[in-house]
């Protein structure tokens, strides 16, 4: 625990810490995204849309927890603020999602590979994600 300490405070004074831990915890949210994807599209065999859902909400909770707890180590002092930071965060991972979809639409509906994606051709979409 003291080298991790050291190697902590080492990385605050060089103002790396936030940088390195939100990319290593972002990164962990995508696997909890694919994993949770995974387990309720193949695993219980739920439309895809669905497991999309389940596993967009895992994962913004997931990102919540991990970046209050350990990447910006935000304290609040009442359960007030409590919910308000996280009704802050989820809105504006709601408003996120809702211009996510409003570019795929625009995409899909006037770019040229609407014809492949309504077909089901493979390159459009991963885990329910826009693949380039």
Do not use: D
Request: hydrophobic share 45%.
């Amino acid at each position: 625990m003291q080298k991790y300490n050291e190697y902590k405070q080492f990385l605050q004074q060089k103002k790396l810490w936030e940088p390195i831990t939100y990319l290593f915890f972002g990164g962990l949210t995508t696997v909890v995204n694919i994993v949770v994807y995974l387990i309720f599209r193949e695993g219980f065999g739920l439309y895809y849309q669905t497991a999309n859902v389940i596993s967009w909400i895992a994962s913004v909770l997931f990102a919540y927890f991990t970046n209050k707890l350990w990447v910006f180590e935000a304290k609040t002092e009442t359960k007030q603020e409590s919910w308000a930071a996280f009704g802050k965060f989820i809105s504006f991972r709601v408003l996120s999602l809702g211009l996510y979809a409003l570019y795929v639409s625009i995409y899909f509906n006037f770019g040229n590979r609407r014809s492949s994606c309504q077909a089901g051709h493979p390159s459009c979409c991963c885990f329910g994600k826009l693949c380039v």
